[in-house]
């Protein structure tokens, strides 16, 4: 059974920094596209970061150069840096996980319909 287990999340000042983490049961990071997502309050679910089974990287505009998505395989863990935070980066951040590669080209990458998903982690940025 494929379960994803997010950490990490907090609260902290606008420009400020935060890791989040997410380790799977099972050893699916090295073969499938892996993923955050965020829910703003009042706002639909959208995709932040994504990774291919390759390394390759994919971020929404919003976060260009300032998010960092990486993952361990050995670990079983997928990895988000967030720094220069905003408040506008408030929300549940949601780790998810989807067989295959991340097709960027097709907009797979970043569309919120993954088939396996963790529970989420609060983010919150104040001034």
């Known amino acids: 059974q494929i379960q994803l287990v997010e950490s990490g999340g907090g609260s902290v000042h606008t420009g400020g920094s935060l890791r989040l983490s997410c380790t799977v049961s099972v050893d699916i990071i090295s073969s499938y596209c892996m993923a955050w997502f965020r829910r703003a309050p009042g706002k639909e679910r959208e995709g932040v970061a994504s990774?291919?089974?390759?390394?390759?990287?994919f971020y929404a505009d919003s976060v260009k150069g300032r998010f960092t998505i990486s993952k361990d395989n050995a670990r079983h863990t997928l990895y988000l840096q967030m720094n220069d935070l905003k408040e506008e980066d408030t929300g549940i951040y949601t780790c998810a996980a989807e067989a295959g590669l991340c097709l960027p080209g097709s907009g797979r990458h970043l569309r919120p319909n993954f088939a396996y998903w963790g529970t989420g982690t609060q983010v919150t940025v104040s001034s």
């Open positions: 990774i291919d089974s390759d390394g390759s990287t």
